[in-house]
Nanobody, 123 residues
Framework: VQLQASGGGLVQAGDSLRLSCAAS????????MGWFRQAPGKEREFVAA????????YHADSVKGRFTISRDNAKNTVYLQMNSLKPADTAVYYC?????????????????WGQGTQVTVSS
């Protein structure tokens, strides 16, 4: 599985961005997907995850009500809609595939990772 994340950029506080993560392979719809982020000097942290069929979603408390994860299995793509962005959201955002079981909330549960896309929010 190969993942290509896109959609990052430099925005002002309060603005919106939509990240996309395109996956290769015919088994995309079989796997849960997640978004994580990593700011300089900090550990990679969970942002959001979505089940294989898009019914179950999970969001970190820090982004609830502002970010929404979704997926389009026909396009092999997962999205992260980010609204009301804050400077604290500045980070490199990574998408990842979770093929098997394990917590949605920890990076170790994910098997494949995209290259990351930079999101910078200015105040």
């Amino acid at each position: 599985v190969q993942l290509q994340a896109s959609g990052g950029g430099l925005v002002q506080a309060g603005d919106s961005l939509r990240l996309s993560c395109a996956a290769s392979g015919r088994t995309f719809s079989s796997y849960a997907m997640g978004w994580f982020r990593q700011a300089p000097g900090k550990e990679r942290e969970f942002v959001a995850a979505i089940g294989s069929m898009g019914v179950s979603t999970y969001h970190a408390d820090s982004v609830k009500g502002r970010f929404t994860i979704s997926r389009d299995n026909a396009k092999n793509t997962v999205y992260l809609q980010m609204n009301s962005l804050k400077p604290a959201d500045t980070a490199v955002y990574y998408c990842a595939v979770r093929r098997y079981t394990g917590s949605y909330y920890v990076p170790a549960s994910y098997d494949y990772w995209g290259q990351g896309t930079q999101v910078t929010v200015s105040s």
